[in-house]
Each structure stands twice: as structure tokens, then as C-alpha cells.
């Protein structure tokens, strides 16, 4: 049974220079190939989409959110995507509510597909990805503005 090849190797190399990945680790029938971008970071060198509700990675984290602001975070490593499939509308658009438990968007990882569940009921405040862009497990996606706590008469 063949290992890992050379042109395996080259199209390793070529999917973590497209995908901008880290590094990619393969063990197939005996072999073993750890392939490292050697410090290269995956936002290194990308502009900033055109949206205007995305915020980049850098900014997302250089000011505190206000009380009322909830990231809803990647369960995951993946590919975000804001719509179930190409020809679909997005799950949420900034100024949507959403419910608890939600659809908010997808996260692809190894061609499966991970719904991002609304961490809380809100209207979305703006994006931190765009659509099809690479994210890390835990990495904040997008912004739930959560409504203003109830307050009573005389208060």
C-alpha cells in the first residue's frame, strides 16, 4: 500500500499557501508528513473587506465590548460561512433579531458542516469574518447587541 507521495507533499504545500493554514499534519499507511508555514500568520498581508460591518481580526480586539455586546464565537477551525448554501440567503444580516439557539451561521471542518447557535437572544451587530474565510476554534465571528435590561417605573 503507497504512503504519502511527492506530488502529495506539493499539493499539501500548495493547500496551506491558498488556505493560509498553519500547518497540516497527514499519517497515511505508515507515513507521516507535518508541513508548517514556520510563523507565517493566516490575517498576515490580507485587506480588510470592503463590508461595511466587518471589523478585522486586529480591531476586534483592541477595545473592550460595551456590557450589552456578545461575540458569538467559532465552535471550531474552519471555514465560516454566513448562508447554507451558495444560492441561499444568509442565516442572519446585521439588524436581524435572533433567538437563543438560532441558526447564526456554519462552520466547515473536514466537509462537515457545524451550525453556530445564537449564544443569546439579541440583534446582530456586525460581522468579524466574511463569508468562506478561514477561523479558529473559540475566535469571535460576530457581534450580538443584547437588549436593555427591563427597568421598572421610577427607576
Do not use: C
Not at 508548517?36 to 465590548?65: F, N, Q
Amino acid at each position: 500500500m503507497p504512503g504519502i507521495s511527492d506530488d502529495d507533499v506539493r499539493w499539501l504545500l500548495e493547500l496551506l499557501e491558498r488556505e493560509n493554514l498553519a500547518e497540516i499534519e497527514i499519517r497515511e499507511a505508515g507515513s507521516e508528513v507535518l508541513i508548517s508555514a514556520g510563523g507565517h500568520s493566516s490575517r498576515s498581508g490580507l485587506p480588510a473587506p470592503s463590508s461595511p460591518h466587518y471589523l478585522p481580526p486586529a480591531a476586534a480586539t483592541e477595545a473592550p465590548l460595551p456590557d450589552n455586546h456578545l461575540p458569538v464565537l467559532s465552535p471550531m477551525a474552519g471555514v465560516f460561512y454566513r448562508k447554507p448554501s451558495p444560492d441561499a440567503p444568509p442565516f442572519v444580516e446585521v439588524g436581524d433579531h435572533v433567538e437563543h439557539g438560532d441558526t447564526v451561521g456554519m462552520v466547515e471542518a473536514m466537509k462537515l458542516f457545524n451550525e453556530i447557535p445564537a449564544p443569546a437572544s439579541g440583534v446582530i451587530a456586525r460581522f468579524l469574518v466574511e463569508n468562506e474565510e478561514r477561523v479558529d476554534a473559540d475566535q469571535p465571528v460576530m457581534i450580538i447587541e443584547l437588549p436593555a435590561p427591563h427597568r421598572g417605573a421610577g427607576e
